[in-house]
T-cell receptor, first 117, second 114 residues
């Protein structure tokens, strides 16, 4: 596609529920990133994929958060047993994945606004 | 670990005024520096970046930023702002010598009065 797409654009869920957030990167981009942006803050790094593998998952806050990218394209961020503190905008970005992938120009999607009641 | 500080959370200017948004980072090694912008209702997008070479970097829409290593700063400037520059601006840094993740500042919300 022309840009990074994310679905759903909004997700409202109840505390304790499981959610999946999807990211469809720019075609041909091998690197994919997930960020979380809370109100009044900048994007906070969660995880970075190079191809199918998670090259850096040091930003995942705890084991309730998990992300996959099984075919090296679409990625799903999964949050188990959601808590009110998980409410934020979850951003996805992709880049060409050249050497030094983390410094490639990243193209961001519109984000998914997650609200946990 | 590196961190980024943006001094101004909210800036209001009139059209044609000059702009300077402050950004300081903390990291003793080699850095890559970025400014991202988010216009109302739009995605976050790259405004400009510094990797190496000339410390004065020119970006899109007449913006520029200067890397001053001795001050750990990467301030964003524009000589004459327009109403369409109303947006939120994020400074970001990553440790180039470790190819580490990008760390964003909290952002500066810029409002230009017509």
């Amino acid at each position: 596609g022309a840009g990074v797409s994310q679905t759903p654009s909004n997700k409202v869920t109840e505390k304790g529920k499981y959610v999946e957030l999807r990211c469809d990167p720019i075609s041909g981009h091998t690197a994919l990133y997930w960020y979380r942006q809370s109100l009044g803050q900048g994007p906070e790094f969660l995880i970075y994929f190079q191809g199918t593998g998670a090259a850096d998952d040091s930003g995942l806050p705890n084991d309730r958060f998990f992300a996959v990218r099984p075919e090296g394209s679409v990625s799903t961020l999964k949050i188990q047993r959601t808590e009110r503190g998980d409410s934020a905008v979850y951003l996805c970005a992709s880049s060409k994945g050249l050497a030094g992938g983390l410094t490639d120009t990243q193209y961001f999607g519109p984000g998914t606004r997650l609200t946990v009641l | 670990a590196q961190s980024v500080s943006q001094h101004n959370h909210h800036v209001i200017l009139s059209e044609a005024a000059s702009l300077e948004l402050g950004c300081n980072y903390s990291y003793g090694g080699t850095v890559n520096l970025f400014w991202y912008v988010q216009y109302p209702g739009q995605h976050l997008q790259l405004l400009l970046k510094y990797f190496s070479g000339d410390p004065l970097v020119k970006g899109i829409k007449g913006f520029e930023a200067e890397f001053i290593k001795s001050k750990f700063s990467f301030n964003l400037r524009k000589p004459s702002v327009q109403w369409s520059d109303t947006a939120e601006y994020f400074c970001a840094v990553n440790a180039a010598d470790r190819d580490d993740k990008i760390i964003f500042g909290k952002g500066t919300r810029l409002h230009i009065l017509p």
